[in-house]
């Protein structure tokens, strides 16, 4: 039998990412800015913001990777039928634009589920609701909130200090990447795999504005016309009869189909929900076969064998009865059990990707010595739009300096001991290890779960404002891929920050206008909005739980935690990494196992399909290559159909809801 | 130096590895077992790492 031959974990995920790379870049660069691109994306994106708000709050998914594909069709049509074309700088900016208008409503929704969790019975009977400070949210008696209104006096404190914020951020966000760029892109040459592939995106659609159709444009209409019939299906038929009934119908229930209760004769403590979304099955097509695999396999042996037949028999989960549905079970599971073995996992995630590190840091600084006249040189191309790094650090300082001042302010009697030190070491080091895997893997190996929580409860600060209050701990490493993309679409690095400024206060009142208009609709959660109403008193519940950790003694979170079992996952995980790396086995294979155990294997059902299907058929019938060019256009243009449907029936339903019936 | 490298990490990963079975089967999860172990697995991946990207040659 041949001997297996070792990959690394470097070239195991290098040769993932070059499937998806399809075009080189450029090294010419071009502004992007220009009044018609920032008119172009603040129209689709604010016309689509109420859509993905929407939909956000029905199905658990905003749709928002839509809205740059809508401001690129018509954009590219109106160039075409004026007999011009569109550069690639142009639309990558209006990509980026028209993503940010749409997301921008996200900048409100915490003050809804603010509003809703103070009022919940949850921070009532933990005794917390009265204690939530007033720079988080309105009193519960506030008037602001009986009327669901965004536009009252009250919410002055909250929203002044989220404009403080953004502001600080702004130059944080702007310097921290700039810094870690240089540093690993022009110092150190890493070569950022997986940046050419959102570079491909804007570099395909600038194509089509060209005299000649590409197979672009009939992958994309596909894609959306599958889009269009699953978005009418799924979020439309709920959302119009939720408009003329008292209860919506649902074809198929959102988001899941319980069949706990109905698997706990044989499997009790088993888990089983199948999620109706499938439209996940398109991200099955996309995301790499063996940890989809991997992951359902260890999903299914959790809630049929794990669970039932050895952590309930040796009465490790020992709150569970008959009776209990997916999600109480599942809580009750995570308390008494998978909430420690899944610390102990994370901790294992971050010690292999530590160990990953570290000897590619040594292996580049000795590459670096060795070629100097390639590497190790901070000279930037000409035109690239750089500024000097002193100029970009200095930001970072200045916004980190008045982020902590604020946060010391907002909790005065938190050690700021605690503060400085998240600000001004840990956010550097765990930012410069995360940009040196981007550049070389494309992923994040280095995070330290639940480090904020950890931090609240070592510091034995017992007042619950902390837990309202932003931290100064952040990780710009995934930012700095953004530079990389820019470089390689040639936009110069000005005027993409100019763009983004220029269009953020528009977008800061387009988003508050749209979220109060929303709010006034119906209460959140409702009927109307099946998602939230499902998820949002079990996330007011877990976040009771971490609130109440140190204040009674007798916390169920603190109690949760066992030693015994963080050092299971955390030993588990390392031992099943190392035995197979020494089976030559790709490490895919042990991060799918790993990400699968204790996870409810209905949820990954549409993931599955997905896969199976493109791995049995799609790539025999169009080619490995064709296949991953098709994936990203067809993905996008599913989003864009389901996309423009929320929009279609978020417009009917501010219509019918707007109307008030006279009686006469 | 490589090749030294390449054997530590492998023993270490297989002694540490049963050890860390063993405390869950014999020692019904004693933590301080499970950390004797855990180091000792955790030596082996950084072995088996430096050796992968410093000294291994296809």
Not at chain 1, 107 to 133: C, L, N, S, V
Not at chain 1, 578 to 607: R, T, V
Not at chain 1, 651 to 661: E, M
């Amino acid at each position: 039998m041949a001997r297996r031959k070792r990959i690394t974990q470097a070239e195991e995920w290098q040769a993932w990412a070059k499937r998806y790379d399809i075009d080189g870049g450029v090294r010419t660069f071009e502004s992007g800015l220009s009044v018609k691109v920032i008119l172009g994306a603040l129209f689709v994106g604010l016309l689509m913001m109420p859509g993905s708000i929407y939909m956000q709050l029905v199905s658990g998914q905003s749709g928002a990777g839509a809205a740059p594909w809508v401001a690129v069709i018509l954009f590219t049509e109106l160039a075409r039928r004026s007999f011009t074309t569109v550069r690639r700088q142009e639309l990558y900016i209006l990509l980026g634009l028209a993503g940010a208008a749409v997301g921008a409503g996200g900048r409100y929704t915490g003050y809804i589920w603010e509003a809703y969790f103070i009022q919940t019975p949850q921070a009532e009977a933990f005794e917390i609701a009265d204690k939530i400070p007033r720079w988080v949210v309105p009193p519960r008696d506030s008037i602001a909130i009986a009327q669901r209104s965004l536009l009252h006096p009250d919410w002055a404190l909250p929203i002044t200090i989220m404009l403080v914020r953004l502001s600080l951020s702004q130059l944080r966000w702007i310097g921290g990447p700039y810094v870690l760029f240089r540093l690993t892109a022009d110092l150190e040459r890493l070569p950022f795999p997986m940046a050419p592939v959102a570079a491909q995106g804007a570099t395909a659609l600038a194509e089509t504005t060209g005299k000649r159709e590409t197979w672009r444009w009939r992958v994309f209409s596909i894609g959306a016309m599958a889009g269009l019939f699953w978005g009418a299906l799924y979020i439309g038929v709920p959302s119009i009869t939720g408009v003329m009934m008292s209860k919506p119908i649902q074809i198929l229930p959102i988001p899941f189909i319980d069949f706990t209760t109905s698997i706990e004769g044989f499997a009790p403590t088993g888990v089983f929900a199948l999620v109706t979304n499938f439209g996940a099955m398109l991200s099955g097509f996309v995301m790499p076969f063996p940890v989809i695999i991997t992951q359902f396999v260890a999903a299914l042996f959790t809630q049929f064998i794990l669970n039932p037949q050895i952590l309930y028999r040796f009465e490790i989960l020992h709150s569970w009865h008959p009776g209990l549905d997916v999600r109480a079970t599942g809580l009750q599971n995570w308390l008494d059990f998978w909430f420690s073995f899944g610390l102990g996992k994370s901790f294992s995630f971050a010690f292999i990707g530590l160990a990953v590190a570290l000897p590619m840091l040594l292996k580049y600084q000795e590459a670096r010595r060795k070629e100097v006249g390639e590497r190790g040189s901070l000279r930037t191309p000409p035109g690239r739009g750089d500024f000097p790094i002193w100029i970009a650090g200095g930001m970072w300082l200045a916004g980190m300096i008045g982020y902590v001042y604020l946060v010391h302010w907002m909790v005065p009697n938190f050690p700021l001991l605690f503060l400085l030190g998240f600000a001004f070491v840990y956010t550097p080091i765990n930012s410069y290890i995360t940009a040196r895997t981007y550049g070389i893997l494309s992923r994040d190996l280095f995070e330290i779960p639940f480090i904020r929580e950890a931090t609240i409860i070592l510091s034995r600060y017992e007042d619950i404002d902390i837990w309202f209050a932003p931290f100064p701990m952040e990780d710009y490493g995934r930012g700095t891929q953004h530079w990389r993309v820019l470089e390689l679409t040639g936009t110069t690095f000005t005027s993409n920050i100019a763009a983004n400024l220029i269009t953020l206060p528009i977008l800061l009142i387009s988003g508050i206008l749209v979220w109060h208009f929303i709010w006034k609709l119906a209460p959140i959660p409702s009927s109307q909005y099946p998602f939230v109403q499902t998820w949002w008193p079990i996330n007011a519940t877990r976040r009771c739980l971490w609130i109440t950790a140190l204040r009674d003694g007798q916390s169920q979170m603190l109690q949760a935690i066992r030693g015994t079992y963080v050092a299971a996952g955390f030993g588990s995980s390392l031992a099943l990494y190392g035995l197979m790396w020494m089976m030559k086995m790709p490490s895919m294979w042990f991060y799918g196992l790993i990400g699968g155990i204790g996870a409810d294997p209905g949820s990954m059902i549409p993931l599955v399909l997905g896969a199976v299907v493109g791995r049995v058929y799609m790539i025999k019938r169009f080619g490995l290559k064709r296949w991953y060019m098709f994936n990203p256009v067809l993905a996008a243009g599913f989003s864009c159909g389901t996309g423009l449907t929320a929009m279609a029936i978020v417009s009917l339903a501010l219509v019918s809801k707007s109307v008030i019936v006279k009686p006469f | 130096m490589g090749k030294v490298l390449d054997k530590i990490a492998y023993l270490f990963i297989s002694v540490g590895s049963i050890g860390w079975i063993f405390s869950i089967l014999v020692y019904k999860g004693d933590i301080k077992y499970q950390l004797v172990s855990i180091l000792i697995i955790g030596l082996g991946i950084f072995c088996a790492h430096f050796w992968e990207e410093i000294f291994y040659k296809k």
